[in-house]
């Protein structure tokens, strides 16, 4: 990001939402004298008011590049924050996007991500994955109906976690038209891929027949470009919810 645009949100977000809470809790007198900030954050919940954290309130991890030897275990001093390439939240917290200031040695780290429901999709697609997995067993025997009936799973799993990260109220759905509707809404958007869709309207047409029909109008196995196809969109959720802290040490791994 460029500086003036680095500047012009820095700003920004410390205006409209750290600074009153600064001053809101000087004025109830709940902040300790003096008061110096080196960290503040900035929760968006799912449902639910935002939440404003500061100093010591605020919860994550990093990845520091350290200038320094380190000792497993040992605590990290505010100087090891200068090196500070990568933030996240906890796992407990993952479910809400932040914005999050941390001083970092002469300068402030700005670290955000807007999501929410990381992981409540994470585990959506982790689970999609292996449905995926019993399709693609099934087909490989020739037992049509299950690869049919799995791999709909599959894919209507990784379309709720699609929802999600949407904050579409259809992620809530219990039925599979909710779910159904919600994220044909979302192709004609253009917020995910069409060829997806279709699979799951041609899954969602075909499974009644796989699970309840006779042998002779069962419908076939699932094709290897439909299989490749949920991997793909499947591989894409997962790597959208994974916490900075994971690629960027794989970055510097590589």
Do not use: C
Request: glycine share 8%.
């Amino acid at each position: 990001m460029p500086l003036e645009g680095w500047a012009r949100t820095f700003n920004q977000m410390y205006e409209g939402w750290f600074q009153p809470e600064i001053e809101r809790r000087a004025a109830s007198g709940s902040l300790p004298a003096p008061f110096v900030l080196f960290a503040a954050q900035a929760l968006f919940p799912p449902e639910g008011a935002t939440r404003i954290l500061l100093n010591e309130e605020v919860e994550g991890e990093g990845l520091i590049r350290a200038p320094r030897a380190v000792v497993k275990g040992e605590p990290v001093l505010h100087s090891d924050l200068a090196n500070l390439e990568a933030y996240e939240l906890p796992d407990e917290l993952l479910d809400n996007g932040h914005f999050t200031i941390i001083r970092a040695g002469d300068r402030w780290g700005m670290f955000f991500n807007f999501l929410s429901g990381r992981a409540k999709a994470r585990d959506l697609l982790e689970l999609g994955s292996e449905y995926l997995a019993a399709s693609e067993a099934s087909a490989s025997k020739r037992h049509d109906g299950p690869a049919v009936d799995t791999l709909f799973s599959a894919v209507e799993l990784a379309s709720k976690a699609e929802l999600i990260l949407l904050r579409s109220p259809a992620a809530k759905g219990k039925t599979h038209g909710t779910v159904a509707r919600a994220i044909n809404a979302s192709a004609k958007l253009g917020n995910i891929d069409v060829a997806f869709v279709a699979l799951f309207n041609r899954l969602g047409r075909e499974r009644p027949s796989a699970r309840y029909g006779d042998k002779k109008h069962r419908p076939l196995a699932p094709e290897l470009s439909d299989f490749d196809l949920v991997r793909a969109v499947i591989e894409r959720g997962i790597e959208r919810v994974e916490k900075a802290t994971n690629q960027a040490a794989r970055r510097i791994s590589h």
